[in-house]
């Protein structure tokens, strides 16, 4: 394998790993409302990257010359990597990735019905057709973002080599045509930090920008296991708290003052307006939700956090570290400045959300913030 072809290779697989991530959090995300296809999602994984390694491995036509996709997405031609993405263009993957389905056709000898991932499917149980084309669209929705985030781990090593490497001739002439100079003066260290972190804060303010025109439906949404192997021990004695707690509600004379005091707290209501059946009424609430949350947690021996957009935590990570590199980085102020006028001026390529498949409407996107940790009910409430 040549160094041409391996890159390639190493390209296309990088993107895939992040690609691969997303699909397995969507994936739980239906899994968690559909829990019996949780046995097909390895199986699934496996076929829907193999399809995108040969989406990958395809060549575009740009006038004489035929370049990969892998290529393509992985390069700093904003150009192409817009037209692969476009939904219209000649050049774009979109009919690869969610192929057309063929409805109507008559079997007839020597007709092949099986020409997709979804007629192979849905000849095994029919009911699976929307789930193939759903994970089909989720290739779409996610493969330039997994590009930028390859991309934009790759730029961090190639500023982190650049720190400390040696500026010989050949890399300072190589710089000299990257940046366009016309004059004759080598280019220096800090020159050569400022143009790649300036490509580095583009590909964040690239991802950041879509994250602002996506619809609700089209966010990654993560739940992370918390608590360690001993969360689900834990649920299960706040569970009992709370159920002591219902139970000496029920009571006559349950709510004493001690509790009264607790749960005016927790409903944050003046004490002496509490109402025992107001404290039934949140106990009865969170009992529920305690006994779903352990159920779902014995199912997958886990307990899981709250849901979160996935994509903006990735983006506000890369935030954090485009600030750091700007405040450590011996960088050319002046090319700073200029970078934002080269940025008007440039064309921006299209969007994978302005050109999605068509969905229902969306409703707010805005993320709920975390709620405050409740306390279950201590011991010595009721003692």
């Known amino acids: 394998m040549d160094a041409k072809d391996a890159g390639f290779t190493r390209h296309v697989e990088g993107i895939i790993a992040e690609l691969s991530s997303y699909f397995e959090v969507r994936f739980a995300q239906i899994a968690r409302i559909r829990p019996n296809l949780s046995s097909m999602y390895a ?24 370049i990969r996709v892998g290529d393509i997405l992985a390069s700093r031609d904003e150009a192409k990597r817009g037209a692969v993405m476009g939904p219209i263009d000649q050049a774009s993957i979109l009919s690869e990735l969610i192929p057309e389905q063929e409805e109507g056709s008559v079997r007839r000898p020597g007709f092949v019905s099986i020409r997709n991932m979804q007629a192979f499917y849905t000849s095994v149980d029919p009911s699976l057709g929307p789930v193939l084309e759903l994970t089909d669209i989720w290739l779409w929705w996610d493969v330039l973002d997994a590009t930028d985030v390859y991309n934009y781990k790759g730029q961090r090593k190639l500023i982190e080599k650049r720190k400390g490497e040696e500026v010989t001739k050949a890399l300072s002439d190589f710089y000299h045509r990257e940046m366009g100079r016309r004059d004759d003066r080598a280019v220096t260290r800090e020159e050569i930090l400022t143009y790649e972190f300036l490509y580095l804060e583009s590909i964040w303010k690239a991802f950041m920008q879509r994250r602002s025109e996506e619809d609700s439906y089209q966010i990654v949404l993560k739940r992370d296991p918390i608590g360690g192997d001993d969360s689900l021990d834990d649920l299960i004695v706040t569970l009992s708290r709370h159920i002591t707690a219902r139970q000496r509600l029920s009571q006559e004379g349950g709510l004493d003052e001690r509790l009264r005091d607790y749960y005016s707290k927790v409903l944050k209501c003046d004490p002496s307006q509490l109402k025992a059946e107001q404290a039934i009424t949140h106990e009865d609430l969170t009992i529920m939700r305690l006994r779903e949350d352990l159920r779902l947690g014995l199912e997958r021996g886990a307990v899981l956090g709250e849901p979160y957009d996935f994509k903006q935590a990735q983006g506000e990570e890369m935030a954090r570290e485009v600030e750091n590199y700007r405040k450590t980085l011996p960088l050319v102020k002046s090319m700073l400045q200029e970078a934002p006028k080269a940025a008007v001026a440039a064309t921006p390529a299209p969007t994978t959300a302005a050109s999605a498949p068509q969905m229902p409407a969306p409703q707010a996107k805005a993320v709920a913030p975390e709620p405050e940790k409740e306390e279950a009910p201590t011991e010595e409430l009721f003692f």
Do not use: N
Not at 56 to 64: L, N, Q, R, S
């Open 43 to 66: 199986d699934l994984l496996a076929m829907q990257m193999a399809k995108v390694r040969d989406v990958m491995a395809g060549e575009k036509m740009f006038g004489p010359i035929r």
